[in-house]
Structure formats: structure tokens, C-alpha cells
């Protein structure tokens, strides 16, 4: 059994990305079709980053003024940078006069998804896509296969790849699922999701002797924490107690409120870009057109930029038959891409230990993030970085 179908622009992935640009397409009177291979429950429990841009809190206030980022979400004024125990706040409304919300990827998709659904967007869950053929003709097609087994075909005018790092999209846009630039790094993050009272008012990013430690949070009685880990370590190998010790190992000067850990979870570092973003009729969002290891929180908000600058282009293509912005859509989005892979690259560098370093590379380190938070100018674009270059 194959049934075909037919829109506009055939959407792979119900993240952010794929979410938000359905939403933008809408507004724009553009049609469009979303399919995911999860369910909705499985996307809506996907526990990702929590740190939106200014921007992107502009833009889900924008498209819905009642959002909850402002009610169950937590403007941050700034970040802390902890040197070897002492503290240093990065102001951000002082600095840029812009901020960053504490409001988790799961929520945003909540909220997506429940707008989406309730404006009758079709969108398809537990629907597989297996390839897309014909992207330099007119109407590319999204092979699928749907929940029930049966063959699904979505015949579009564009087909957009918002599914992911394991992209099927991709292929079809840069030839191999692999081509890219890329760096791995050897180490990762252990993360945990504990039950306690919040450890500190604000983040903190801790380079200390033992390594490093993001102190994070969730909620009044949620908190979210990561440790530098090996790349291959088993989250759970470690017992609660020895996982406090090291995390408090990692922030002198703070006593951390412990409570229950209720996940745990082990995240890799990589910086990708794929090689093309954009073939014919066939455009890459978010991660799977590029992935940013998670220091300074840029995954989603990146991926939602790519999107505000895709659902521009479509627009004038569709409603204005002007392909100027869809052939112009992969060096726009790399200009933005590239400053926020330098921004995670060189977070991460600031801060974490390299198996290989010895006092020196130690020593340099520390200088580096003296010179940005003793520097109007370093804390300046740190900030700037932070909270989101504007579009
Ligand atoms: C969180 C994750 C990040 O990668 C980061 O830089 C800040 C916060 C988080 O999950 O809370």
C-alpha cells in the first residue's frame, strides 16, 4: 500500500525548527506538511538544553504573546564564570542591554506542538522517512514509511531537513550524510537532573582544579548540573554520593544543595557543518545541517535562526516568485552558523581540560579568561555572543 500526497513544502522533523518554520510558513500562507518519526509524547520528554536567546524569546513572544516562556520561564541577567573558585558575573542587560531566558527545549515544544495542532497543521507522528529523490526537479518527493508500515509519499515544491543529526534529508543535499567540516573532542558532559532547591540564582560555568562544572537550573525544586566526563563514560557507573563529590569538587565557593538524581545522562561533544545547506529544491535547519558541542547553549536557538532566515526565503519564493533569498538561504545561515560554532568551540576550549595539557596550556587558560572578564570589551562579546547576535 503507498498513499501520495501533496503540499507545499514537506517538513522532516517536529522539532523547534521544523515546528517553528511550519508556523512561519502559516503565517505566511505557505502550506505545509510535518512528519516525525516519534511520537508526540517522546518529542514532548526529550530532555535537551534550556537557554533561549533574546531573540528567539522575541520570536515566541511574537507568535504567541501569552507564551509561557515569561510565566514558567526565568529571565537571566547574566552568567557567572568561576576562575579556580572567584567569581565573575557577566551582566549581560549591562553589557548589550539584552538577556536569556532559562525555559526548557521540551516546554518550547509543548507549546509548538499544541499551537500547531490546534490550527489544523497536518503534522504525522510515527512517520519514517527513508530518502528524498528528486530535489533537482520540481517537485521532490519524501519517501516514508507511515505508522502503520504502508508507504507514504509527500510530493512538495521544497522539501526541508529539520530531522536531526542523523539527518535522511541530508543526503539528498550534500551527497553523503557524513560530508562536512567537523571536530570531535575527547571528552564529554555528565549531566543530571536532580530534585533539590536551586544551588545559585544564576549559572555558573566553573573552571577549577578538579576540572570542569555547569551549575545549572530547571525549576524551584529541579536542577540541572553537568561535569566534564570521558567521552565513553557509562552514566551509570557512578553512585549518587560520588557524583556529588565530584561536582562539588568543581565549584569551590559554592555548597551545592544535593536532592535525589532523577536522570542522568552522558552528551557528546562534535562540531559539524554539513558541507552544502541547500540543493536545488531542499534546504537543511538546525542539527542537521550543523551540531555545536553544549557550551553556551547555542543547539536550538541556532537551529531557530536558520529557520526565521528559511521561512523568509520560502515566502518570497512562494508569494513573490523571487528566488533571490533561497539561493542566497546556505550563505546567510553559514554566517550566523560559523560565529556560533566559533562561540561553542571557544567556550569550550576556555574551560575544559584536555588530556593532553600540562601547567602551561593550564596556566594560558587562566589567563585567556582573565583577559575576558577583566576587559569591558571581553565580557562585552561574551555577552553579545551569549544572549544572540540580533538577525
Ligand atoms: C544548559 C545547557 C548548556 O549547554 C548551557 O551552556 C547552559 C545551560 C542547561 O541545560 O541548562
Not at 41 to 60: F, H, K, N, P, Y
Request: contains cysteine.
Amino acid at each position: 500500500m503507498s498513499t501520495s500526497i501533496r503540499t507545499q513544502v514537506a517538513i522532516v522533523g517536529a522539532g523547534p525548527a521544523g515546528l517553528i518554520l511550519s508556523h512561519l510558513l502559516a503565517e505566511a500562507g505557505v502550506e505545509s506538511v510535518v512528519i516525525d518519526q516519534r511520537s508526540r509524547d517522546e518529542i514532548e520528554s526529550t530532555i535537551r538544553a534550556g537557554i533561549l536567546e533574546q531573540g528567539t524569546v522575541d520570536l515566541l513572544t511574537r507568535i504567541d504573546t501569552n507564551t509561557r516562556v515569561h510565566t514558567v520561564g526565568d529571565r537571566h541577567d547574566g552568567i557567572e564564570l568561576r576562575l579556580r573558585g572567584e567569581g565573575h558575573r557577566i551582566d549581560f542587560p549591562g553589557l548589550v542591554g539584552r538577556s536569556v531566558w532559562l525555559y526548557p527545549q521540551h516546554e518550547v515544544l509543548k507549546d509548538m506542538l499544541a499551537l500547531r495542532l490546534g490550527s489544523g497543521q497536518d503534522l504525522r507522528f510515527n512517520v519514517t522517512a527513508s530518502r528524498v529523490d528528486d530535489v533537482d526537479a520540481d517537485r521532490p518527493r519524501v519517501v516514508a514509511t507511515d505508522a502503520d508500515g504502508s508507504e507514504l509519499v509527500i510530493e512538495a515544491d521544497f522539501v526541508v531537513g529539520a530531522d536531526g543529526s542523523r539527518s535522511v534529508v541530508r543526503p539528498a543535499i550534500a551527497g553523503t550524510s557524513r560530508d562536512g567540516y567537523f571536530r570531535e573532542y575527547p571528552f564529554a558532559w555528565f549531566g543530571i537532573l536532580c530534585e533539590a532547591p536551586a544551588s545559585a540564582d544564576e549559572l555558573i560555568y566553573s573552571n577549577s582544579e578538579n576540572g570542569f562544572a555547569l551549575i545549572s537550573q530547571r525549576s524551584h525544586d529541579v536542577q540541572r548540573m553537568y561535569f566534564q566526563c570521558a567521552p565513553d563514560a557509562d552514566p551509570n557507573a557512578m553512585s549518587e554520593a560520588e557524583i556529588w563529590e565530584t561536582l562539588q569538587a568543581r565549584v569551590p565557593g559554592t555548597a551545592l544543595n544535593e536532592g535525589r538524581i532523577f536522570q542522568r545522562d552522558v552528551l557528546r561533544f562534535r562540531s559539524f557543518v554539513a558541507r552544502e545547506l541547500r540543493h536545488g529544491r531542499a534546504a537543511l535547519v538546525g542539527d542537521a545541517a550543523h551540531t555545536v558541542p553544549p557550551t553556551g547553549a547555542k543547539g536550538m536557538n541556532l537551529a531557530i535562526a536558520d529557520v526565521m532566515i528559511l521561512a523568509d526565503a520560502l515566502h518570497a519564493m512562494f508569494g513573490e516568485n523571487d528566488a533571490r533569498l533561497i539561493d542566497a538561504y546556505a550563505e546567510t545561515a553559514s554566517r550566523r552558523i560559523w560565529k556560533a560554532q566559533n562561540f561553542s568551540w571557544w567556550m569550550t576550549s576556555m574551560l575544559h581540560k584536555l588530556p593532553e595539557h600540562n601547567e602551561f596550556d593550564e596556566r594560558r587558560q587562566l589567563g585567556e579568561l582573565r583577559s575576558v572578564v577583566e576587559s569591558e570589551a571581553g565580557r562585552t562579546y561574551l555577552a553579545e555572543a551569549y544572549t544572540g547576535w540580533t538577525l
